[in-house]
């Protein structure tokens, strides 16, 4: 059975700072990963797909990348709107979600 | 423009049967897979099930005894039936489309890109 894990649980980080959020899978899952961002009452939104592709409409200061079992996400400059948890999910046999990660700006 | 749209009873009593439907507007449910997500209060997401346009599913493991899916592509609609639920079963349930391109020479995995709004689902007598 597959294991995903994101670090950190929690961060806290000012306007304009970079971070690299991750998520790393107990076993190879190649570029079959996205990054959603879900803020308090709204379903998630897809931001990257296939590890380092972005979705439609997502500003280009957010980057994926990795593949087999260590990925990241980077945000370069953060806004006050980027504060939301941010979820890794795989996909193996079935897709599986990490635990998410809680950023406030 | 692609919308998901969940529908279904808030309260449902402990031991029955919780169905749920997704109304897909602006795209066709031909040849596309279609998940259901949900997520306790408080808590991270977890997957459900997902269903092709053929009607072949794979549910998860931990829910496969009591999950059951459905698609009707005369009305462009997916369903989900969850069975004996419990308290644990609460949670916000969502309905998505999730996208794949199957080439020779790989695959290229596209996640999850729609979701609906949600619907809050609440387990009680």
């Known amino acids: 059975e597959i294991v995903l894990t994101q670090s950190p649980g929690t961060l806290s980080l000012s306007p304009g700072e970079r971070v690299t959020l991750s998520c790393r899978a107990s076993?190879?899952?190649?570029?079959?990963l996205a990054w959603y961002q879900q803020k308090p009452g709204q379903a998630p939104r897809l931001l990257i797909y296939?590890?380092?592709s972005r979705a439609t409409g997502i500003p280009d200061r957010f980057s994926g990348s990795g593949s087999g079992t260590d990925f990241t996400l980077t945000i370069s400059s953060l806004e006050p709107e980027d504060s939301a948890v941010y979820y890794c999910?795989?996909?193996?046999?079935?897709?599986?979600f990490g635990q998410g990660t809680k950023l406030e700006i | 423009q692609v919308q998901l749209q969940e529908s279904g009873p808030g309260l449902v009593k402990p031991s029955e049967t919780l169905s749920l439907t997704c109304s897909i507007s602006?795209?066709?449910?031909?040849?596309?897979?279609w998940n259901w997500i949900r997520q306790p209060p408080g808590k991270g997401l977890e997957w459900i099930g997902t269903?092709?346009?053929?009607?072949?599913?794979n549910y998860n493991p931990s829910l496969k005894t009591r999950v059951s899916m459905s698609i009707d592509t005369s009305t462009n609609q997916f369903s989900l039936r969850l069975t004996s639920v419990t308290s644990a079963d609460t949670a916000v349930y969502y309905c998505?489309?999730?996208?794949?391109?199957?080439?020779?020479?790989?695959?290229?995995?596209?996640?999850?890109?729609?979701w609906g709004q949600g619907t809050a689902v609440t387990v009680s007598s």
């Open positions: 998505t489309r999730e996208r794949w391109l199957r080439t020779p020479e790989r695959d290229f995995y596209f996640g999850m890109d729609v």
């Open positions: 602006g795209d066709s449910i031909s040849d596309q897979y």
């Open positions: 269903i092709f346009y053929s009607g072949s599913t």
């Open positions: 076993q190879s899952v190649g570029t079959f």
């Open positions: 296939d590890a380092s």
């Open positions: 999910q795989l996909y193996d046999t079935s897709p599986l």
